[in-house]
């Protein structure tokens, strides 16, 4: 039985953007995350994809909910003490690497940005040999150490991003969008490193993505995100051969298919939330249709899924 690393329970995180607008950018979702698996996170831009992963760090104070890290709540009264503690074991990668990466600071300055702030090294020297270590781990050099950010490409500086990560020893890595910002052939060399660094350490990953092509690839699971709510979580596989939810239906069938006379010939499907028609007081929420498959639904909408169910 796999490990529960962390526990998302029913986290909301509501921006109030002045009365009478309330953004509910997150709205109760509740998942697992398994140590040493990736969770792909997909979802049409603004659904709360990179809230959740702010939320989840505490880069945000959560409205409401609970995670929890190896089974202590991350939000709720800290200590500065606990907070590093935290902070060390959850780190982020974010999409845009060039303006993640302070312009003035050398490469070696900002890779040791979090071996400084935990007092990890000793020694000015040995502070540098680590820096080596993880530029070296990250496929780059010991003579860009000392580079500044500008002088690098798009790959190269998620490079860098990475190793900043990876400086404090993180069990626990929120991948926004990693790859976006890249071009196409870079992108998979950057998500080979990923999964290579993975299984080398043993991170556990949330991999938020657009591209649904990529997000199967690198992921176990994959949680769809609509309007602050998930409306399916399943294992990848699961979820391309037999998504259930008709959010995700749609998202799927916007995906191109390498072949040209199916791709002609398909129908892509758009969603429609009225199709549901839910009751005044209906309970909606993630039910578990199959083993590991679960959709946001009522009990009527479950009943009729776990009938037809194909497995
Ligand atoms: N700090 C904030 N204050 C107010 N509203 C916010 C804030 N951050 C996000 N939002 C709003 O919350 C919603 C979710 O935003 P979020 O950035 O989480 O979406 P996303 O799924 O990551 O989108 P994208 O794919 O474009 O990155 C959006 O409506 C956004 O405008
Ligand atoms: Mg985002």
């Avoid at 709360?48 to 709720?76: C, M, P, Q």
């Avoid at 580079?147 to 490079?159: A, I, K, L, N, V």
């Avoid at 950057?190 to 556990?204: A, E, I, S, Y």
């Amino acid at each position: 039985m796999a490990e529960k690393l962390i526990e998302i329970r029913n986290l909301k995180q509501h921006f109030n953007v002045g009365r009478p607008n309330l953004v509910k950018a997150v709205d109760g979702i509740s998942f697992d995350i398994y140590r040493g698996e990736t969770l792909g996170l997909v979802g049409e831009s603004g659904c709360g994809k990179s809230t959740t992963g702010r939320s989840i760090i505490r880069l945000y104070d959560a409205t409401d909910g609970e995670v929890l890290f190896e089974g202590e709540n991350v939000h709720g009264t800290k200590s500065t003490k606990e907070l590093k503690k935290f902070n060390r074991k959850m780190q982020m990668i974010f999409q845009d690497p060039y303006a993640s990466l302070n312009p003035r600071m050398t490469v070696a300055d900002i890779i040791a940005e979090g071996i400084d702030i935990h007092g990890l090294a000793n020694s000015k020297q040995e502070r540098m040999e680590r820096v080596y270590e993880l530029l070296e781990t990250v496929g780059l050099n010991k003579e860009h150490a000392s580079r500044y950010p500008h002088e690098f490409s798009g790959g190269q500086r998620q490079r860098i991003g990475i190793a900043r990560a990876l400086a404090v020893e993180p069990e626990f890595i929120i991948a926004d969008e990693p790859i976006s910002a890249l071009d196409v052939s870079i992108q998979a060399q950057v998500v080979n490193l990923m999964k290579q660094l993975q299984r080398d350490k043993g991170l556990t990953y949330l991999f938020i993505a657009h591209d649904l092509s990529m997000v199967k690839y690198i992921s176990d699971r994959i949680g769809v995100m609509y309007y602050g709510k998930l409306v399916e979580l399943a294992p990848a596989d699961v979820l391309y051969k037999n998504p259930l939810h008709p959010y995700t239906q749609s998202l799927l069938s916007a995906i191109p298919l390498p072949d040209p006379e199916t791709e002609r010939t398909r129908r892509r499907t758009s969603y429609d939330p009225d199709v549901h028609e839910y009751a005044d007081g209906e309970e909606v929420q993630m039910r578990e249709v199959s083993k590991g498959h679960f959709v946001y639904c009522s009990e009527k909408e479950f009943q009729k899924l776990q009938k037809q169910y194909k497995n």
